[in-house]
């Protein structure tokens, strides 16, 4: 992947990024691969083990590895401690962003008293509505909308199509992906005999520094205080946070994960791709819950958590997903056994 | 929280709102608050018994509650049946909604024969497409898409970005939040030989009075008749309904559940989030589905249902769930113990 | 429905889909319904046996069933051997489709060194970037967004508010629904000591002939190679692709399931709703997966897999589930009373 045209020699990159130098570090590449699919002019990388094999056949021009795995690679190579986290930042150098001039499009339409600083851009059919502020160096791809007094911090990228309702705050170098709606209204109701009745949602949301927040997630304003990320909170695609939820810094959630109202998730923690999290729950940090998981009680101990059963060819799934539905029975059953079999 | 600069006294809150008054009615309010968030010119309100201890030490103006919590309260109070309905109530004085004055922002686009009615608000770079009726007091915010020949009625508050397709009518007062898309395809698709052929959806969707639909929620458009929502009934985020459901009034959905293909859901329903129902289905009214359950079958009996296994640490879920797959046999091998002991 | 105001008799009907006409050819019919449905002037169809009473019953001018079907049926008919399939082409002529002259909406926003075919239609608010392709025929609906150097082939049409973030691109004749989000970054991220690196997302989006993505569907681009959809892939609305995922050709998905990175799904799968499948695993062709079943390894033998346990009345289920719990020890339980039993 040779995506912006430049190059870079193997001591640059190990000046750069602190990394050790093995071989030629005079060897130039102009993009990052795996090892299979590494071209002459690329460097590769080895971070997973099972793909140690490939460092024979690999094309490429130079690797990041571990340096117990460069130890019989008799070509150049970049030394790393975790050459995942290597390979990150070297690919790094070979990302082209579309280019964004600061400055605002003619189209986009911004209330007289928002506070637009120095340095940002602001692309084609923005709305940026009064009292909203936006810091120096943010970044507004088309179509997004910053309602009423909300808040996007420096450097803050909003790719494009992202909706700030009302009463969000962003803090610095946060993403946040097309069609992510940050700051509609909670899920409030109260049942007033027959019908229910909506309550209002007064709160906001707050967004720490350097969070990423996927496409299309959802996260509601709170009803009386405010729904909060950390700082460096991670979240994928198609999550749903709910009102007043909070979520502890470096916690990383997968796409398709949900968490109800006012639950609060620890810091460190990993919630795996469409698992659920029940409301007014605590989960402490270094938490982590396997996919598709749904966690009904608070969790006071770091560790793997799961729930489910694991699939299996329909027919024999049936089979003891019936017996699933008697399972009480059957123990009864055995306990009974027992009595009978024990004097 | 103090979000709009007006205060009352307990006296008008408890003329307003049929609410008994204990202590000073010239007692003044300026928000709503938790009873552990609420500073002194606030009104908290206790609702859950869990959080009657806090009565003790909130600092308060008054608390809205039920008369016997009120019984050893020394401060003012508005007595209630049910608290819970009359703090939103109240909280609804102290919301501070976003002034939309009626009038056509000059971005929109509007078809020359859309009909669109008068004190209708419609913000920057909305469509208004063909034959389009928006009815008294509506308001659209910005980037509401209202496709062809589809009616928003008197009152109904599209938020901001909601796209209506084709062929949606929407009731009174009803909300749609961002990134909500209603009537596009349902998923027909019909298996010719080797590939798909895609079956026309020839419906529309219908949306009764004072309906909530929550972000990126999708309602798909029927394949011949309509997909229905009665009246009030309330979704959260992130839900997916497809063509040809219909939903009875008053249910409420949790977010990111969904339901297939021409389920019906009776009235008075509680979904729980993530939970799914198969298409053709019937649930009848007063129907609860846990959080994540799969409903596989019609439910004929009011009452709460509930899938799945329960969260445990992940070592002790792992010998479990690889039991699970042998449940059948184990059951077998406890009836022939059965046989066995019994003679 | 009678959409168009079209009519045919059932002898265009016959000729035009190869159908066996079955009574008077004269009949003429302006529309498509179900049997229960159906006007005096409309076509019905019998495809599921289930409704083969209502054949009896119906309104209909005509039905449209298999030849075994008709040898009862007093009335004009059009014999088809998948009446389904028959139906859904029947139908086509009767549906309404927005008109949308081929030209560019005055407010759309094209870089000037975009390539736009002849015959493009492209609406309102539009953002076409740099270096992006329209091919002939292409639509594009209002608020539509084609990133820098993206590719929209001929004939495809993005119903409105779609958005192609980067390095996408998509074949002919493939239709994306609105909300959905086609090359947004990937979600990759590395550890780094004590905090997450992003790990930029060098690849595209490759989307076949044929295809159909739905409402708020997410689709990431690769990490290093592309994401694939190969053609004739059917996805329902709010389904999330991770990078580097490879979808075989003839594969339809069910709303809200997901798939994790670099997985790799055959050809002619069905993946039910809510379903998810792990990370780099890979599922041979012809798999089905059940709704709402979570895939922890790969497939290679065709057939349908499922996970999860039978709905059941809460009071019953939860005995069940907590037996669950402890279902490893009531094995080995067993196994002790048939060691005890068996001498």
Sequence with gaps: MSATGEAFTLAELAARFA????????????????????????VGFLANPRYRSELATTQAAAVILRAADATHFPRAALLAQDPYVAYAKVAGLFERRPACAPGIHPSAVIAADAHIASGVAIGAFCVVESGARIDEGALLGPYCHVGADCHVGAQTRLVARVTLVARVRLGKRTLVHPGAVL????????FDRDRWIKVPQLGGVVVGDDCEIGANT??????LEDTVL??????DNQIQIAHNVRIGAHTAMAGCSAVAGSARIGRYCLIGGGAGILGHLEICDKVTI??????????????????????????????????????????????????????
Tied chains: 1, 2, 3.
């Excluded at 700051?183 to 109260?190: E, I, Q, R, T, Y």
């Design 19 to 42: 990394l050790e130098l093995h071989g030629d570090g005079r060897v130039r590449v102009d993009g990052v691969a795996t090892l299979a699919g590494a071209t002459a002019s690329q």
């Design 183 to 190: 700051g509609a209204d909670g899920f409030g109701l109260a």
């Design 218 to 223: 959802t996260i509601d304003r709170g009803a």
């Design 290 to 343: 396997t996919s598709m998981a749904l966690v009904t009680h608070s969790i006071a101990t770091p560790g793997e958590y799961s729930s489910g059963t694991p699939i299996q060819d329909n027919r024999t799934w049936r089979r003891n997903a019936a017996r699933f539905k008697h399972l009480d029975e059957l123990h009864r059953r055995v306990t009974a056994l027992e009595k009978d079999t024990k004097p």
């Design 230 to 235: 950390e700082d460096d909170v991670r979240l």
